[in-house]
């Protein structure tokens, strides 16, 4: 049985399927409690009031070209770490990686 944390890149590995499972898993319980807002640009961003903003936990600009998108985080949790960020900002699949760098995180595509 594997440990009960979050797994990046583990594509073609004999035990994917459960890392999968265990990713899903936490994905599912963190996106019960936090809410994600992606935008197509900061001027959508810097547009919005902050009410609006208040609404969300998590507000990320978002970008893609044909190998990875890419984020920006404008808000984020301090309680949350990168990598529980960056699987919320995947939507729960980081089959073939991704990386953190302060508010930028990226998510392999291909």
Same mark, same amino acid.
């Given at each position: 049985?594997?440990?009960?944390?979050?797994?990046?890149?583990?594509?073609?590995?004999?035990?994917?399927?459960?890392?999968?499972?265990?990713?899903?898993?936490?994905?599912?319980?963190?996106?019960? *409690?936090?809410?994600?807002?992606?935008?197509?640009?900061?001027?959508?961003?810097?547009?919005?009031?902050?009410?609006? *903003?208040?609404?969300?936990?998590?507000?990320?600009?978002?970008?893609?070209?044909?190998?990875?998108?890419?984020?920006?985080?404008?808000?984020?949790?301090?309680? %949350?770490?990168?990598?529980?960020?960056?699987?919320?900002?995947?939507?729960?699949? %980081?089959?073939?990686?991704?990386?953190?760098?302060?508010?930028?995180?990226?998510?392999? %595509?291909?």
């Amino acid at each position: 049985m594997l440990e009960r944390k979050i797994y990046i890149g583990y594509a073609y590995y004999s035990d994917e399927r459960e890392k999968a499972q265990i990713n899903q898993e936490i994905y599912d319980e963190l996106a019960s *409690k936090y809410k994600v807002l992606l935008v197509p640009s900061s001027v959508e961003y810097d547009n919005m009031s902050e009410e609006s *903003k208040s609404l969300y936990d998590i507000i990320a600009r978002t970008s893609s070209n044909y190998y990875r998108k890419e984020f920006f985080c404008y808000k984020r949790p301090s309680e %949350l770490s990168d990598e529980e960020v960056l699987l919320l900002l995947a939507n729960g699949s %980081l089959v073939l990686g991704g990386q953190c760098n302060g508010n930028y995180f990226a998510v392999y %595509l291909d």
